[in-house]
């Protein structure tokens, strides 16, 4: 029987939560001070330590460190309040290994505290062997996914939407803007799925050529095609019984989507050049940046295929959406670029955190985990300052979003005008395709892709 410590003060709250915990298998133990809690963790071995922020005596961080020190590595969940989070993201940094907010979700506690203890220890080798998988493909069944949990209400309904979609075997259609985490929330999913013990293959719809587009799906066999120069199986047989991930799946040509939809319908594949027919076992996620109805409605994209993708859709919020959560990414985020970089900046000024809740983040997560990590690098104090932030992000007011009228105002979120919207955001860029990127919202790839489908030079 697995034993767990809780520290909390509240000895009513302490009592309840051991009561609900122990008819669940648990043995469990409580301490109503870090003193005690150091007493209890000396005498004996505990599988897991639930310890509130806030102690008498100490807090958290303090009885984080000294478990450290006496190198105890039973891992920790810090239980704290919204307004504590900041603290509950330091206690990571420390060694904690989730955080959960009070008032506690019993449910989320339960899963948290299961995800903790059958996470291997630190240094440990994961299980299982590796495999080979297509080009611009990746299994990530058995890597770590770093991420944590945005507390607005938008962050809140995209997760719980996740922990109702994963355990099924539904198609699921992740349609967000430019940099909000689609592949993150499609890993979710996998991790989530009763195929979590198998491969998660990703594959990058608009990075694949017309004329291999087959190749990469289903795979070929050797002198198929010109330099076809050994069997090669697709992504298809890759993802066999786990998760086949279509990244930016509106890129695909029309005569790719027709094969697509043959092979999700008959659960067969045949690779080019070959007259065997395979049968594959897979569960898709696809993701779009685009309005796949307004594609229809083009004439760009089958319906057949739009409604077999699409038995469940998940729209991801824009980080302008979930501004109250933008300090918790930015902690989280400067955590990734310490480690990466070598740093160790504690955190960010006043002046600094305001300048980053208050911008409007154009380019979603994937910008702020970009500044985060510039502005770590240049760094020399111990605080992220404004004098380290990019001039847009810092600025009084920026562009259009506040009401600027000498900078023009673009957007993709309206299909019907978005070939317009390119040309106007590279003419105002001077040709300078970066820079229209950064007009429009997008990153370059997808300005790439979509130049490339309105035949714009």
């Known amino acids: 029987m697995e034993r767990i410590l809780i520290v909390d003060d509240d000895i009513t709250f302490a009592l309840m939560l051991r009561t609900w915990l122990a008819k669940r298998g648990f043995e469990v133990e409580t301490a109503g001070s870090a003193a005690a809690a150091r007493t209890a963790l000396g005498k004996g071995d505990y599988a897991l330590v639930l310890s509130d922020m806030r102690l008498p005596d100490e807090d958290g961080i303090a009885l984080l460190q000294w478990m450290a020190g006496e190198g105890i590595a039973a891992p920790v969940i810090v239980m704290t309040s919204y307004a504590e989070i900041r603290n509950a993201v330091r206690c990571m940094k420390l060694g904690a290994r989730d955080y959960v907010a009070k008032p506690v979700n019993p449910d989320e506690l339960l899963k948290k505290i299961r995800e903790a203890l059958d996470a291997p220890a630190a240094g440990e080798e994961s299980a299982g062997s590796g495999r080979n998988a ?89 002198g198929s095609f010109t330099g076809a120069l050994a069997d090669k199986a697709g992504a298809f047989e890759a993802a066999n019984g786990g998760t086949l991930f279509l990244d930016e799946v509106g890129n695909l040509t029309y005569e790719t989507q027709v094969q697509l939809l043959r092979a999700l319908q008959e659960r067969r594949i045949r690779r080019v050049g070959s007259t065997r027919e395979i049968p594959v076992d897979i569960r898709l996620v696809a993701a779009t940046n685009e309005n796949l109805e307004a594609a229809i409605a ?61 911008y409007d983040w154009p380019g979603n997560l994937r910008q702020l985990k970009n500044t985060v990590k510039s502005a770590t690098l240049l760094a020399a104090g111990d605080y992220v300052t404004c004098r380290e932030l990019p001039a ?11 009401g600027n009228p000498t900078v023009p105002s673009f957007s993709l979120r309206d299909p019907a005008s978005e070939e317009e919207q390119i040309r106007r955001a590279l003419a105002a860029a001077g040709g300078n395709k970066s820079q229209a990127a950064k007009l429009l919202g997008v990153d370059r790839k997808t300005l790439y892709n979509k130049l490339h489908h309105y035949g714009i030079e």
């Open 392 to 402: 847009e992000v810092t600025a009084p007011s920026t562009g259009a979003a506040a």
């Open 298 to 358: 083009r004439g760009t994209f089958r319906a057949d295929l739009y409604h077999r993708i699409n038995e469940f859709t998940l729209r991801m919020p824009e980080l302008r959406q979930m501004s109250g959560d933008i300090p918790l990414f930015a902690d989280f985020f400067l955590d990734q670029a310490n480690r990466e970089l070598g740093k160790r900046i504690v955190g960010f000024d006043a002046a600094a955190l305001a300048a980053l809740t208050r």
């Open 134 to 222: 297509p080009r611009a493909s990746r299994s990530a069944a058995a890597e770590p996914l770093n991420y944590i949990e945005g507390r607005s209400d938008a962050a809140r309904q995209l997760y719980e939407y996740v922990r109702l979609v994963a355990p099924t075997d539904m198609s699921v259609l992740v349609n967000g803007a430019s940099g909000t985490g689609k592949e993150h929330v499609a890993q979710l999913i996998h991790r989530g799925s009763r195929r979590a013990g198998k491969p998660f293959v990703a594959v990058d719809c608009g990075a694949i050529p017309r004329e291999l587009a087959a190749s990469e799906f289903f795979g070929h066999v050797k």
